[in-house]
């Protein structure tokens, strides 16, 4: 490898803004997030899917088939 051309690998501070702080290793300093996987509604299984069915049953209820 030549020298001189890598960036700098540090040991980094990532805050989110729950108040949920890392520490990662990264070529940057001190990341603020806004989201991260304790507040995201996607890990926190908060997320709501609204279940409508597939496309067989939507078929069913557009055009009236019992």
Not at 28 to 57: F, I, M, Q
Request: glycine fraction near 10%; aromatic fraction near 8%.
């Amino acid at each position: 490898m030549k020298d001189g051309i890598h960036p700098g690998y540090n040991q980094t501070t990532i805050t989110c803004a729950c108040g949920n702080v890392i520490e990662v290793g990264s070529t940057k300093e001190n990341l603020k997030v806004d989201v991260c996987s304790k507040c995201h509604p996607y890990w926190t299984k908060s997320l709501k899917l609204e279940k409508t069915g597939g496309r067989a049953e939507q078929f069913k209820k557009k055009y009236g088939i019992a």
